[in-house]
């Protein structure tokens, strides 16, 4: 098999956190940033935009209102279509934070153009010689306003989402307090929960094999009556990393867990670390660099259990 792209970081880089990622929160964040967008804009009047009510006096307050929406929402066409892109670019890579830094200005320069550009030509009425030449300084100062724009509502909303990500693990972890810290009795069941907390499935121990990651699901792989089976989780790796440790599922790739009792050989193949299991009907799986140390460090102890 095939190692992930994903796998062979530098330890020391730091990359988005998952749930900045997760399409539910790719949605709010679009939605509410153009909703304070859409605030900023009628409360502080940047991007000369005051000059949109006066040019039509017979509307006054509602033509305003309309075209800062208007505005607003071809503003904001930018911040959707980037964050699509980088939603789908991140299934198959991570994103480190240095990336995601460069996507946000990126962000601000385009929106700051389409707000510079609607100012120069159209507010303005100014010839198209004055306007190219006007539209460099006047890009440079909306930046600045698009800044605030932008920054406050992104920083706002990691602040949430990253509480609530912890509040989940949190509750996942409290739902499986009484278990020994060091032992997992073999015919004991392990019980999995969505990130609402909710449980979704409880597998005996001996049955479990792998959890592999599937964008903003887990896919947990089980033996069932002589046969494979899988169940798809809504949560993180991340999540259940945190929740399980070592006692139990080992993590060995940003995109795998494994049941280590359930590992037989740990070999070198032409792709790097892999790891087979005592049961044909599992893939071999391979391990990364960012956690080969983590995985020959429980080798040399021997089982979790």
Same mark, same amino acid.
């Given at each position: ?29 679009? *939605?509410?940033?153009? !909703? ?13 935009? =005051?000059? &949109? ?21 071809? %503003? ?24 995601? !830094? =460069?996507?946000?200005? #990126?962000?601000?320069?385009?929106? !700051? $153009? ?14 198209? +010689? $004055? !306007? ?6 006047? &890009? ?5 306003? #698009? ?10 909303? &990691? *602040? ?23 032992? &997992? ?28 990651? +599937? ?21 993180? *790796? ?6 399980? =440790? ?25 792709? %790097? ?19 080969? +140390? ?12």
């Amino acid at each position: 098999m095939k190692a992930d792209k994903r796998s062979n970081r530098p330890a020391q880089v730091l990359y988005l956190p998952h749930y900045m990622n997760e399409k539910r929160n790719v949605v709010r964040l679009v *939605l509410y940033t153009a !909703a304070f967008a859409l605030l900023f804009l009628n409360i502080y009047q940047p991007f000369n935009s =005051g000059a &949109w009510a006066s040019s039509y006096s017979s509307g006054g307050r509602y033509v305003y209102v309309l075209f800062s929406s208007l505005v607003i929402l071809v %503003g904001m066409s930018v911040i959707a279509i980037s964050r699509v892109i980088m939603y789908y670019y991140s299934r198959r890579h991570e994103i480190s934070l240095i990336v995601f !830094a =460069g996507v946000v200005m #990126t962000e601000i320069a385009l929106m !700051a $153009l389409v707000y510079a550009l609607f100012q120069v030509f159209v507010l303005e009425d100014n010839s198209p +010689a $004055l !306007a190219w030449e006007r539209l460099p300084g006047v &890009w440079g100062e909306d930046v600045k306003k #698009t800044s605030l724009v932008l920054l406050l509502p992104y920083s706002i909303l &990691w *602040l949430v989402f990253a509480l609530q990500d912890k509040a989940r693990t949190i509750e996942q972890m409290r739902s499986q307090e009484g278990y020994p810290s060091m032992a &997992w009795p073999a015919n004991e069941m392990v019980s999995f929960y969505d990130e609402k907390g909710d449980l979704r499935l409880s597998v005996e121990k001996n049955s479990l094999y792998y959890i592999e990651s +599937a964008d903003n699901y887990v896919k947990i792989h089980y033996l069932n009556k002589g046969k494979m089976q899988h169940f798809m989780l809504r949560n993180s *790796l991340k999540n259940i990393d945190e929740l399980f =440790g070592d006692r139990l599922l080992l993590r060995c790739h940003r995109s795998y867990m494994v049941n280590f009792d359930k590992v037989k050989v740990l070999r070198k193949a032409d792709e %790097g670390l892999c790891m087979d299991f005592d049961s044909d009907q599992v893939p071999n799986i391979p391990i990364s660099k960012t956690y080969s +140390a983590r995985v020959l460090e429980k080798f040399s102890k021997g089982p979790l259990s």
